[in-house]
């Protein structure tokens, strides 16, 4: 009986011994979202359950910030040196994210991974557009395009789509009625709204660098121009005579409401808005068209992305990079862009999902496709941009489009802070 007993004993422990083993081996990585919402972080947990099925040794733990201190809080996780492994990073913020040392190189792992002969173009511009390392992969891409309420703009009579910016304003103007509530733009008020003035402005100005919006080809401040500032009066009469007085306030959820109630029926924003917007409204009630162009004759556009990088401090950034590469897969990352909306960077995506079919999305490829557009883009890499998008220029423009500061005024306001 004791022999029994002992026997018994020495298998637990032996059990026990070998469990602790396989617990070793599993490696667990803290993923850090930015973009939180309480319908994707559940995408993103559906994508994190299917990964650890096909990867047993990895365990993935996923940290969802509230969405409004997001990016803050990721940061302070980063600078403390806190344990994290995979984070969300966006174009607005990846600039200062690399500058301080956040994120870890990825030229190693990048340079034997098949699957990147699988990303768009786009994608892989962005993820070298830091420099000569590569620190993030694009997950989805963002393009401006001027969406329509189709339905809208037909009871109010106009039947034909703005091509110009001239006529853009002339339709907003000529549909707003305010006695009857009903207004043309939902305008971006907080936030970062240079990402829809600048390059609604920038249309208006001839020979923009390639690789800085805010500078011509003589270095010239893109507003301190002739076309810069009809844009900025142009834009200045829109929202005093063709948007809501409160869209100056206005964040994303406030211009897809204005949007979708119809308010608003001209919304410039990216193709994630299709996926705010769809759940509300049928596909006859609605499309985008190619940004309106302006006297340059150029539709001036950013690739705007969000995507995922490894934490510098990572302890795992093999397994975490295997993460990213799961992500971004074809299937994967068309399921996620079929929930968000955005293009996804995969070409395998735009086979497996028929959304990226709809006529909707045909606006981004039209305009992407169109000889009036030149692809240029935001100095992201400069440290400074985030304070310039969120504070700055925020600051800026509410004063001016509020009438207690001139145009000149935001325009010494804007150059003096870049020092061009």
Known sequence: MKKTIMLCLAMILLLGIASGALADDTVTLTFAETMTSPERTLVLQNAIEAFEAEHPNIKVELVSP????????VASMLAVGQEVDIVEIRD???????????????????KDWDGKDQLVDAALLAGASMGDATYFIPQYLYVKALMVRTDILEKLG?????KTTDEFLAVCKQITDPAKGQYAFALRGIGSPCKTTDIMWATEVSDLRLDNFYLTEDGTFFMDTDGGRKAMKDYYELFTEAC???SVNWGYNDQINGFVSGITPFLVQDPDAVGSVMGSLTPDQYTAIPMPVGASG???L?????GLAVAANSEHPAEAFEFIKYMISAEVNASICEFYGALPVNKGAYEASKMFELPVY????????????VFTKFPLEDPRFTEYASTVHLAAIQSYLLGQSTAEDMIKTCKDFWGY
């Open 66 to 73: 509230p969405y409004e201190s997001a990016e803050t809080k």
């Open 92 to 110: 607005n913020s990846v600039g200062a994210w690399i500058n301080n040392g956040f994120l870890y190189g990825l030229d190693d792992l990048v």
């Open 158 to 162: 106009v039947t034909e789509m703005p």
């Open 244 to 246: 809501p007085p409160d």
């Open 298 to 300: 150029t539709r001036y």
């Open 302 to 306: 950013d690739y705007g992305y969000a």
């Open 362 to 373: 045909k606006a981004w490829a039209d305009e992407m496709a169109d000889e009036a557009t």
